[in-house]
């Protein structure tokens, strides 16, 4: 926000333009008021005010002097900064030439059109022409004030004009248009604008912008009108517009946003047509603005149609050596479901991809569709046959600024001289999406030089792949917690991860650095080194103290789509400590230092449709780590887990989770901080370690080489609004942890499973994740540790 301080008694200030002078009386310039009229030949002194415009002239009429007789003399005045033969270069009529009065305008309109002089006009004295100039003047400097939301950055960057050139109307006009439609796209369209002078020495201006913002403009209402099949709510949540409400202070969906609205216009035709409604249409979208400029009143008006089912499915295939047969189980569109139009998209894609692997790189894949309006079924025949033969010529990238053209060119599944293929320009869309560096990608493809050429445009928009984040929050497992982190995840527009985290609470503290590169020596490799230091209070569940100090240097590569492994090398010291002396003894006996040196791999196979929320899909993943190259430790260790997840309906997701590991020690026993311990988050209802073997003389939690854990479990909304994130689940976990190291009279050590279920809520809260469960065990030994509530808080701010 800049200032003009106004310390001269003698500056005059003039407003220059308004938003509400959108439609000038007669007479005015827009958003300008009257003109003024022309002032004396003499240049501008202080407390003159700026220079004014008007009309040209030339006297005795506009334009109009008296003929008859030849031009002996062309004289200038009233220039100051520009020099007459400047000057008398725009004119079209010069000394010698005979008095014209169409040339003499047209010498008018040239001058006025250089964008130099305020007003001009042309008189005849005698033989003489004389030709008098205001200029316009010059901008000192250009100041905002007002703008909260824009910053002078943004709005210098919108404006034509700037500092140390002429100043005209027509401009500042522009530039008065420009502001206000930059705070419309920022969903303010009650924003005003005032553009002011200030009046200098020698003919100069300061020019202000005076920003009213108002506020941000929101939606009201969203109606639906000829909606009868779904509820007003349900099609509320399928488009991307909101209405305002207290709580929408970390969104901009309910700002008016005429691009947004262009978007609902085709969620909601996709919508309609998964639904069946194959002859739905969005007549209109028309946003209304209140009176008091305070919100819009969004209204959709459609025509639903009538609901289809699928009739007869059928594939007609024109290539040489594939058989239909083994194509027609790979459509997803079955006879007698309901039609669904991402169905048929679904299935060209498989059978693309199919005939892709086949060597078939130029495949055209037609449906051709019958409706049968009497009995609402739609007939769908999968034409299959060769496309024409084109290459990929060039792939165009835009928009990254900061991001490397390689960053994006290597998640591509096709290269310049490619053949072409969709369903690769799709999954490439998918992958650069998963980056993560890019708020919008779009890829797209164009006609190249030849017919048999297309040209693969990639258009990008950065988004901030910095963090920087501190937190406070709480845990039951390590109570009160704050932890502080700094995260890049495209250093240098490379692509590079790097991230330095600190976290310190009741029971833990943490220090961690990782750094990954993707692409290591260029190729499909992801090469990383991690860090760590940690200290952990576990006198709670075994009466001791741990630290450990250590590092690990890893080397991931995709083995296919979706299969990947990571091979890992790990060197570390754990110390044990602080034992308490009414701890177990076979606690007491596994106090001191060791040094772990251990490789291992992970294999994962990954077919979820999002790693961080999956709604849909499955993964496997088997992680081995061998201790003993070296080191006081040998040991070999397993651990598998997979989950599966279908979603019944929008929000509702069944997951089943499993997980399963041993442990045993090589010429060796397993040390306490390489056993595996179960209870809390992998088995809620049950304490932190809460199951498995124990010293039931003290109570304290000994470990085990054998575990297993699963979790069935529901999610499913709770009818709030989508957008704040909070959903429910109901879950039933079980699990067991037996194979105790150390055997005795006080040892128990029991292979019987524990089962327990409950409730949960979770709230993906802009301050940081939120989860509540309730869990009751169902099935327990009677030295378990309970745990009926368990809550996780965190924010960052």
Not at 173 to 190: C, M, P, S, T
Request: net charge neutral; no cysteine; aromatic share 10%.
């Amino acid at each position: 926000m800049g200032s003009i301080r106004r310390a001269a008694v003698a500056a005059t200030v003039v407003v220059l333009a308004s938003i509400e002078a959108l439609s000038p009386a007669a007479g005015q310039t827009p958003g300008l008021g009257p003109r003024p009229p022309a002032q004396p030949a003499a240049g501008p002194g202080p407390g003159v005010g700026p220079a004014p415009q008007s009309q040209p002239s030339a006297e005795p009429g506009p334009g109009i002097v008296q003929t008859g007789g030849t031009i002996r003399e062309v004289r200038i005045e009233g220039g100051e900064r520009v020099e007459p033969e400047t000057i008398r270069s725009y004119l079209v009529i010069q000394p010698g030439d005979p008095f014209d009065n169409e040339r003499i305008d047209r010498s008018l309109k040239a001058l006025f059109a250089t964008g130099l002089f305020a007003d001009v006009a042309i008189r005849r004295e005698g033989d003489g022409l004389v030709v008098r100039v205001v200029e316009n003047p010059i901008i000192n400097r250009i100041a905002f004030e007002g703008n909260r939301k824009l910053s002078d950055n943004q709005l210098n960057a919108e404006v034509q004009l700037k500092p140390r050139t002429v100043f005209t109307r027509t401009k500042v006009q522009g530039d008065v248009k420009r502001i206000l439609e930059l705070y419309r796209r920022n969903g303010r369209f009650a924003a005003t604008v005032d553009a002011k002078l200030i009046k200098l020495p020698q003919n100069r201006i300061d020019l202000v912008f005076e920003i009213d913002e108002g506020a941000s403009t929101g939606i009201k209402t969203i109606n639906f009108i000829g909606a009868h099949q779904f509820t007003v709510s349900r099609l509320k949540g399928v488009v991307s517009t909101r209405e305002s409400r207290w709580y929408r202070f970390f969104s901009s969906d309910d700002i008016y946003d005429p691009d947004r609205l262009t978007y609902d216009r085709e969620l909601l035709r996709k919508f309609y047509l998964a639904e069946g409604y194959a002859d739905f249409r969005v007549i209109s979208a028309v946003a209304e603005l209140a009176p008091a400029r305070d919100g819009f009143y969004i209204t959709f008006t459609i025509e639903e149609g009538a609901r289809y089912k699928f009739g007869k499915i059928d594939l007609v295939n024109q290539l040489k050596d594939v058989q239909p047969d083994t194509l027609k189980p790979l459509l997803t569109t079955k006879p007698g479901a309901r039609y669904n139009a991402d169905e048929v998209e679904n299935s060209i894609n498989k059978l693309t991809d199919a005939l892709g692997n086949r060597g078939f790189a130029f495949v055209d894949i037609q449906p051709k569709v019958t409706r049968h309006a009497d009995n609402r079924t739609i007939d769908v025949v999968y034409e299959v046959k060769e496309g024409p033969r084109v290459y990929v010529e060039r792939i165009n990238i835009t928009g990254n600024v900061r991001t490397l053209d390689r960053v994006i060119r290597r998640e591509f599944r096709l290269v310049e001289g490619d053949a072409f293929n969709s369903a690769k320009m799709r999954r490439s869309q998918q992958r650069v999406r998963n980056l993560g560096f890019f708020k919008k990608v779009d890829v797209t493809n164009d006609p190249g030089s030849a017919p048999d050429k297309t040209v693969v445009n990639v258009a990008v928009e950065e988004q901030s792949t910095g963090e920087f984040s501190v937190g406070v929050g709480f845990s039951t497992t390590d109570g009160p917690l704050a932890d502080i982190s700094i995260r890049e995840r495209n250093l240098l527009g490379r692509g590079q991860d790097l991230r330095l985290g600190f976290t310190i609470a009741q029971r833990v503290q943490q220090l961690d650095f990782s750094f990954t590169e993707p692409y290591f020596l260029d190729r499909n490799m992801a090469a990383g080194v991690d860090a760590f230091a940690l200290t952990r209070n576990q006198q709670t569940e075994s009466q001791f103290d741990q630290q450990s100090v250590g590092g690990s240097f890893r080397l991931g590569y995709q083995i296919s789509e979706a299969l990947r492994q990571t091979l890992k090398y790990t060197l570390r010291q754990d110390r044990i400590y602080n034992v308490a002396t009414t701890a177990s003894l076979f606690i007491q006996e596994e106090a001191g230092t060791r040094v772990t040196s251990s490789v291992g791999q992970v294999l994962l196979y990954d077919k979820r449709d999002s790693p961080k929320d999956p709604t849909e899909g499955y993964y496997l993943q088997l992680a081995t780590d061998a201790a003993g190259l070296g080191g006081d430790v040998r040991y070999l260790r397993n651990v598998v887990t997979g989950g599966y997840f279908y979603p019944f309906a929008p929000q509702w997701v069944l997951s089943l989770l499993g997980e399963a590991g041993d442990i045993f020690g090589l010429s060796d026993t397993v040390r306490i901080e390489d056993r595996f311990f179960v209870g809390g988050d992998n088995l809620r209802g049950f304490a932190t370690a809460g199951i498995g073997p124990r010293d039931t003389k003290t109570g304290d939690a000994l470990g085990g080489r054998v575990y297993y854990t699963g979790t069935v479990q529901l999610g499913f909304p709770l009818g709030l609004p989508q957008e704040l994130g909070i959903t429910g689940r109901v879950f039933t976990d079980f699990g067991s942890l037996f194979g105790a190291v150390e055997t005795g009279a006080h040892v128990a050590d029991f292979k019987t499973i524990r089962v327990s279920s409950g409730a949960g809520v979770s709230w993906a809260s802009p301050l940081g994740p939120i989860r509540l469960d309730l869990g009751l065990p169902l099935v327990r030994q009677s030295f378990d540790k309970k745990e009926l509530f368990r809550i996780s808080f965190g924010t960052r701010f």
